[in-house]
């Protein structure tokens, strides 16, 4: 059931077969899901958002999808985010479990910390823990910086429940030979469980033409990187040495290294080579609570080397002291016309930007609460800002995608 109360709007209509559709506006942000009910007709789900005058004067540039599974209901580091243009007009999110699901889906204007939001490299983790209850109460008080403290970029938001049907995921080969195959196509992988039938099917081609090939050839490329990294290891704990850290014995991991690589070594670098009991620049033992030192390192002989051969050179170039002068003050020079040609530049930016602005704003119109369909038709979608093949090809391909490759539920 869902828990969340906000001041929602709910516009009943029919379509063209008199079924009774509901959509609800929340937090300045109408959504249509899949087939505009809240119950999914296919795993993969085309979301549309359209906006109330209020948001679209604030021009949000992106949306942010947020999903939690009900399994996942209450524990604020679990669910998936994924972030995309506004201009995108449309986004494709995979479920990849059956029952209800929340979804929450923040309007973030342009100053907005796009980064803040999301975990670099990974869309299924949160890089902040996000309460949904904080969203509903942000849309109930009109105040969206109680979602998170501080400026946050939102300018508006809301939340919605669905259910996905089991019957919508892939189902896969349960006998003895089926999951042997399984298991083989999707050896080596650091996700067991493929996305979708697309990238199943991608690794099963693989995984029976060129796959025993990569594989052997892996060990084989395995077998030479652990002995070359045997040999280096001792290389680089006398550079340290040199430089006048204490090292750890110099042949220290190796058979560890031999056995299982360097995933064994911990997470810290520096304590493969640094002596973990004495670390600091010339520090050789502690005895006593008296710290004992070396005496000289290799580096502050090599520098003492330098510092003189420098000398030497100089007192016999006298010429090339004052060459290296003028050749300074040209390039003062030129830096400051460079300044000046820079802030010519940043004026007619300026113009430019508020003229994009102004144009963006006006198309943001094509986004307006009242222009919402009952349903995502992907064959007529609001026009686009720029770039329109590029749309058109985008959602062709989620198009064909959602129709031949359905998720695998996890």
């Not at 079924?19 to 296919?42: A, D, P, Y």
């Not at 550079?239 to 810290?268: E, P």
């Not at 009991?277 to 330098?306: C, N, Q």
Request: hydrophobic share 45%; proline share 3%; aromatic share 14%.
């Amino acid at each position: 059931m869902f828990l969340y109360k906000t001041n929602q709007t709910e516009l009943k209509v029919m379509n063209n077969t008199n079924e009774s559709l509901t959509t609800t506006v929340s937090g300045g942000i109408r959504l249509i899901l899949n087939g505009g009910k809240n119950i999914m007709e296919q795993a993969t789900i085309p979301v549309q958002w359209f906006f109330s005058p209020n948001v679209i004067n604030k021009r949000p540039t992106h949306v942010l999808i947020i999903e939690q599974s009900e399994n996942e209901y209450g524990d604020a580091s679990r669910g998936a985010r994924m972030i995309c243009k506004v201009t995108d007009r449309v986004a494709f999110v995979q479920l990849f479990s059956p029952g209800k699901h929340h979804f929450a889906v923040l309007a973030l204007s342009e100053d907005a910390p796009k980064k803040y939001w999301l975990k670099e490299n990974s869309v299924r983790d949160y890089d902040e823990r996000f309460y949904f209850d904080s969203v509903a109460q942000a849309i109930e008080a009109g105040d969206f910086s109680l979602v998170k403290r501080g400026n946050n970029g939102i300018v508006g938001a809301t939340i919605q429940e669905i259910e996905v049907p089991e019957e919508l995921f892939a189902a896969r080969s349960r006998s003895k030979i089926g999951e042997a195959v399984w298991t083989w196509v999707n050896l080596g992988y650091k996700k067991k469980t493929p996305r979708d039938q697309c990238e199943y099917r991608s690794r099963f081609l693989y995984a029976f033409t060129m796959k025993p090939f990569f594989y052997l050839i892996g060990k084989i490329a395995s077998f030479f990187f652990k002995i070359a990294i045997i040999v280096l290891f001792p290389v680089i704990r006398i550079v340290i040495f040199f430089f006048g850290y204490k090292t750890n014995f110099i042949f220290k991991h190796t058979a560890d290294i031999w056995k299982g690589g360097l995933s064994d070594l911990g997470n810290d670098p520096g304590d493969c080579f640094i002596n973990e009991h004495v670390k600091g620049y010339k520090v050789w033992s502690i005895k006593d609570g008296k710290t004992h030192r070396m005496p000289v390192t290799g580096i502050e002989v090599a520098f003492l080397f330098i510092v003189g051969w420098g000398l030497k050179i100089a007192s016999n170039h006298f010429n090339g002291v004052m060459m290296a002068i003028c050749v300074v003050l040209v390039i003062m020079g030129l830096s400051a016309l460079i300044a000046m040609q820079v802030k010519s530049i940043k004026v007619s930016d300026e113009v430019f930007i508020a003229s994009e602005r102004e144009s963006y704003e006006q198309w943001l119109r094509n986004l307006a609460i009242d222009q919402a369909p009952i349903r995502v038709d992907l064959k007529h979608l609001p026009a686009a800002y720029r770039g329109s093949w590029v749309q058109k090809f985008r959602v062709g391909f989620w198009n064909a995608k959602m129709k031949v490759c359905r998720p695998y539920a996890k």
